[in-house]
């Protein structure tokens, strides 16, 4: 069983920056599939970023946001830049044991998800 953990959320103006971490119990790390997702009121969990063999982002963070990883750490980032009042959300860290493909985006394709950490961004 893995667990996860998400830290770094919390209040920052629009254009601001943030830095979430998600620190990952098991032996394995390496090999998980990583993803973060988020979640605003009533609406559906939505991709944000992915890395396993390689990494993608949704439209909507592309060229603002960044997903890394320290497989020495268990611990996967996401570095959010020129923050938007739409970017107000919960942040969900979600992994993926043993992949194949480059990454994942479906939110079905991921066994282990964190509590969440509210991101919140002011205009």
């Known amino acids: 069983q893995v667990q996860l953990v998400e830290s770094g959320g919390g209040l920052v103006q629009t254009g601001g920056s943030l830095r979430l971490s998600c620190a990952a119990s098991?032996?394995?790390?390496?090999?998980?599939?990583m993803g973060w997702f988020r979640q605003a009121p009533v609406k559906e969990r939505e991709f944000v970023a992915a890395i396993a063999r390689s990494t993608y982002y949704a439209d909507s963070v592309k060229g603002r946001f960044t997903i890394s990883r320290d497989n020495a750490k268990n611990m996967v980032y996401l570095q959010m830049n020129s923050l938007k009042p739409e970017d107000t959300a919960v942040y969900y860290c979600?992994?993926?044991?043993?992949?194949?493909?480059?990454?994942?985006?479906?939110?079905?394709?991921?066994?282990?998800w964190g509590q969440g950490t509210q991101v919140t961004v002011s205009s």
């Open positions: 098991g032996r394995t790390f390496s090999r998980y599939a």
């Open positions: 979600a992994g993926r044991q043993y992949y194949s493909r480059s990454y994942y985006i479906a939110p079905s394709e991921y066994e282990y």
